[in-house]
Every structure is written in C-alpha cells, then in structure tokens.
C-alpha cells in the first residue's frame, strides 16, 4: 500500500477483492442495479433477490435468521437506532439503562442523548484489564432498567466482554440486552440465540466489506418494539425508510461469507501475528498491553509505551498507519477515554498506539513495524529528559 | 494528497530527523542546567548551557513532547548560541510561531520552552536570583 505498513484494521479494512467483484455486479446497466423495492419488474425483482441472499448471509453469521436483520448505513445507526428506539418504544416500563464506560461513541452518545430526554444510564466500569464482569451488571439492575448495552470486542484495546452471560442475565429478568458487535462480528463465533442479544449491531467496513452499510439484528419473538429514527418510504419493516443500497448490501453480505467461512484459519494466522508483534514489541523495556492477555481478539494489540510521547511517536512512524491512543476519529489529541476508564493517566494514554491486524496483514509486514517502533522509541527516548533507554 | 503529513513543517521535519542539539553537557565551570515543563501533562524540557564570561557558548536540550516541541527546542540551541543573559530575558517564543509553523493549540508548550530559557537567566552563574 504506497509503502505504508497498514496495522489499521480496527478503523477500517480494505475491501476483499471477491466483494468488490460482487459490488460490481450491483452498479451498472448490466447489472442488479434496480431499486429492490421496485418488485413490479424484473430487474427490481433480481435486485430484490440479492438484498435476500445478502440478508440471510449476514444473519447467518450471527446465528439469527434472515427475517432479524434490518440494514442500515452502519453500526452507529444500528446501535443509535437500537438504543433510541428501544428506549423510546420501552419507555413505560422504565426509564434506566445499563452500559460500560468505554463502550464506542456511537453508544456513549445515544445514552447521553437518552439522558437528556430523561432516561437515567449507569455507566459500569471496567477492571484494569477491560472486562466488565456480569456480576457488575447484575449489581447495576433496577426494577426500572429495560435495557443493557455491552459491545462484544472494544475497539480500542482489543478485549472480549462475556456477552453470553450477561445476555442470559438479562434474558432471566426480562430485560432488553443490546450488543455493539462492530469489531467482533464475523471475526470471533456470536450466536444471538445462545448469547440471549436481542439487539446486536453490525457493520460491513471492519470485515473487509463496503462502507456505509450495516445492519440491526434483532429479536423477533416475542416480537420487539422499536420507534425509528428515520421516517419516509417505509422500507425495512417501517424500522428504516431509504431506498436499500444494493450493491452496499450485497458487498456486506459476501465480506459476512467469506469471513465466516474462513473465521477459524484467519483467526489462528492473525493470532499468531499478533503475538509476534507483541514478543517483538515487548523487548523493549517499559512496554505494556492493554486489555486482558487471552479474552481478546486476535486482530487488535494496544501497547503503551512509557518514555515517548504519543504524537512524536507516531511522527518517527511514517511507514506505518497505526492508531494512537489519542481519541479516535477526532482530530484532537485527547487522551483516550477507554484508557482514562482502565486507570491509566492523560500521559500514559497518549503513549500509546494501537495496532490492529487483518485478513492481509503478512509476517514481513509485523516484522517491519516491529523494527520500525524499536527504533523510534530508541530515538525519542535518547532525547528525553532522564528515564529509560531502548 | 502526498504521504507528507501537513501538520507538519519543512524545519519541523528537518529538525526532527537530525535532533540538532540534542544531548547534554557535563557538569563543569559555567555549565547551567535547567528544567522546565511536566512530564505528566505532556512536555518537559532540560536545557543545558556552557556559560564563558556574558555569553552562551554551547547549548543542548532535552525534551519530552510533540514534534514542534522538540524542534523548538533544538531550534532553540541554535538560535541562542552566543546570546547574553539580557537576551535569554528577553527571548520570546513567539518567534517559533512562523519559522516552525506551529497550530495555535500548541504556543502553550512555547510558553515551556520560554520558561526554560529564562530559567538559564536566572541560573546564570554567578548572577542573583531573579525574583521573576
């Protein structure tokens, strides 16, 4: 990639090449490129057909069926559209929410704006290591609480949350259990049957699909209430008018298959990447990872490293495209919030990068950015006041 | 869009690939060391002076920090080679905001670095402690 080590994957991915080819098949005059909602023709009929298959892949990666899923642009809007619309149509019952503090913004914000209507959000917070025990979410249940909010892997540090037993924690009383799956959909096994989701967020972009397309996985007996946050053609069940992006669909759809179909064997490759860049990263004194060592998943490492300041690191860094821990999609240089929740301080935040791992990422490629991180912390320490040597 | 990240400038990337005056000086006759800054909140500077008579004679830094941080303050090893006490008093950061084209939301770390520099004045040898 223009002689850049990409160790993104956590943002985003590149398109699998067998997407795009299928994406394709969406767009032009030779294609399925009409409306699927347009069923009175043939074409729209075909594009119809699509949409289907695509839906039925995607609810088959998470153990759900094909008639659970509504699209949407992405896992913001699904989360939002879950958390709100829930929260909106479960009113009555209650008006307390339970989530963790360091769930992705697309959740933080949707429960802030829940507050402001009036809804009351306990925000749990995590062990050092980033796990949200189920017994804290037990502790944190009210009468009142109708929903629970807990993402499968943190986009940040890596780590997986038990979501299967705070699901059938919540599923014993009764209470909505709502799972940002975005990071770990299609990369680490989910069954929203057996882990008792009854609202699971998805997106295309992190499993080598489109962007701007995801999807809302949700209960279907006993039947869940939602008010929608969009209102128009009625598409999606009345749950999400605008007309269905085929070629985005179809695109979520092949990137689900194919990550599923080859789940186990990336899963072990990336893995074992991962840790080669951990035991090579590790070498240098004063490194540690974030989040807990074995209930993670493989893609992501977040390290901070003590002794150089995030942004001069990233500056020695030009040959790789990495994360900070400085706020992610800002262009501020906030320390992370996630790494604040695990206890770290403002300094230690911002020395810290995260590294994440996909379906191309090549041995060569880890043993570069190894080389390339020891020696920008070498360099940078050699000018730092005092404290440690590389 | 080039591979250039255009946060940065053409003498902050230079300076940051030759960390020109980096390093320190042994304690000796005339040689003055100062600290400015806080490691917690992100910047932290050491600068060391060899003083002969009224005049700096050689200056190193050390800094913890961002890019226009540390190019700042190799920029200043350079910039007050030769200066006297009078001049370390009067030296303003403001003179990097052009030559290092740094952002607004980073004068505060000049604001390190001109704390540094006066540091020297006050520590200079043989002179009364200023009460600034």
């Keep these: ?390 | 869009m080039t591979g250039l990240d255009p946060r940065y400038g053409a003498e902050v990337r230079r300076r940051m690939a030759t960390m020109s005056g980096a390093g320190d000086l042994a304690a000796g006759p005339g040689v003055v060391r100062v600290a400015a800054g806080d490691r917690e909140q992100g910047t932290e500077i050491v600068l060391a002076a060899r003083i002969d008579g009224d005049r700096v004679v050689e200056l190193r830094f050390r800094a913890f920090g961002c890019p226009h941080l540390i190019a700042a303050a190799s920029w200043v090893t350079d910039r007050l080679r030769g200066a006297s006490r009078t001049d370390l008093e009067r030296w303003d950061w403001q003179e990097l905001v052009t030559t290092l084209e740094v952002p607004p939301a980073k004068f505060g770390r000049l604001l390190t670095l001109q704390d540094a520099v006066r540091a020297l004045a006050r520590n200079w040898p043989g002179a009364l402690r200023s009460t600034v």
Excluded at chain 1, 189 to 214: Q, R, S, W
Aim: charged fraction near 20%.
């Design chain 1, 1 to 390: 990639m223009n002689g850049v080590v990409y160790l993104d994957n956590a943002a985003t991915t590149p398109v699998d090449p067998r997407v795009v080819e299928e994406m394709l098949g969406c767009l032009d005059a030779t294609g399925d490129f009409a409306n699927p909602s347009a069923t009175g023709h043939a074409p729209g009929r075909r594009a119809r057909a699509r949409v289907e298959q695509a839906r039925a892949e995607v609810a088959a990666a998470v153990g759900a069926s094909a008639a659970q899923v509504i699209w949407t642009s992405g896992a913001t809007e699904a989360d939002n559209l879950a958390l709100l619309g829930a929260a909106h149509f479960y009113r009555s019952r209650g008006q307390h929410l339970v989530t963790s503090r360091t769930e992705h913004p697309a959740v933080l914000d949707a429960c802030r704006q829940l507050e402001r209507e009036g809804f009351e959000v306990t925000y749990l917070k995590p062990a050092p290591d980033g796990l949200v025990e189920p017994a804290q979410v037990e502790a944190a249940l009210r009468p009142e609480t109708i929903m629970v909010s807990l993402m499968h892997v943190n986009n940040e540090i890596g780590v997986r949350q038990d979501v299967g037993a705070v699901g059938r924690l919540c599923r014993e009383r009764g209470i909505l259990f709502h799972v940002d799956a975005a990071q770990g959909a299609g990369k680490l096994p989910l069954d929203v049957e057996k882990d008792c989701i009854d609202l699971l967020a998805l997106t295309a972009h992190k499993v080598h699909g489109p962007k701007g397309v995801g999807a809302l996985c949700l209960r279907l007996e006993p039947r869940l209430g939602l008010v929608p946050l969009l209102y128009g053609g009625g598409q999606e069940r009345g749950l999400r008018s605008g007309t269905l992006p085929t070629h985005q669909i179809v695109g979520m759809g092949a990137a689900y298959r194919i990550a599923v179909a080859g789940m186990e064997e990336e899963s072990s490759r990336i893995s074992t990447l991962r840790d080669l860049l951990w035991t090579g990263l590790a070498r240098l004194p004063g490194v540690r990872m974030n989040g807990h060592a074995t209930q993670r998943a493989p893609g992501i490492l977040s390290v901070t490293i003590d002794g150089v300041e995030g942004e001069s690191l990233l500056f020695e860094l030009p040959g790789l495209a990495v994360a900070s821990g400085s706020a992610c999609a800002t262009t501020h240089a906030e320390p992370s919030y996630v790494l604040r929740a695990l206890g770290h301080g403002d300094r230690l935040a911002q020395s810290t990068l995260r590294l994440s791992l996909g379906r191309f990422t090549t041995r060569s490629e880890v043993d570069c950015a190894v080389g390339a991180i020891t020696a920008a912390v070498g360099k940078l320490r050699a000018v730092a006041p005092g404290g440690l040597v590389a």
